[in-house]
Nanobody, 118 residues
Framework: QVQFVESGGGLVQPGGSLRLSCAASGFTFSRVAIGWYRQAPGKERELVAGITTGGDSTNYADSVKGRFTISRANTKKTVYLQMNNLEPEDTAMYYC???????????WGQGTQVTVSS
């Protein structure tokens, strides 16, 4: 059974940082590109960042370029999202899924909430 477990969210002030983790299981992790996605209240879920199987290539939404960094540790079956210089507009539930451009799996994890507020 494919499973993603996201963690690391929280409440942070504008300009602050958070590091999200996504622990995966139920599939051959090292063979699957992974993406971080987010959904803010009243908005569609959107891609934040994606990474290839070996971590050699990444892609980002324009709104987070230069502030967020995606990485992965295949030995730990985990993908990370380092978020710096956070803005109130980054407030959302953050999820991971297979697929670095569009989500490939129907089922999602519980997500981790990020709230940026003073």
């Amino acid at each position: 059974q494919v499973q993603f477990v996201e963690s690391g969210g929280g409440l942070v002030q504008p300009g602050g940082s958070l590091r999200l983790s996504c622990a995966a299981s139920g599939f051959t992790f090292s063979r699957v590109a992974i993406g971080w996605y987010r959904q803010a209240p009243g908005k569609e879920r959107e891609l934040v960042a994606g990474i290839t199987t070996g971590g050699d290539s990444t892609n980002y939404a324009d709104s987070v370029k230069g502030r967020f960094t995606i990485s992965r540790a295949n030995t730990k079956k985990t993908v990370y999202l380092q978020m710096n210089n956070l803005e109130p507009e980054d407030t959302a539930m953050y999820y991971c899924n297979a697929g670095r451009f569009i989500p490939l799996l129907r089922d999602w994890g519980q997500g981790t909430q990020v709230t940026v507020s003073s």
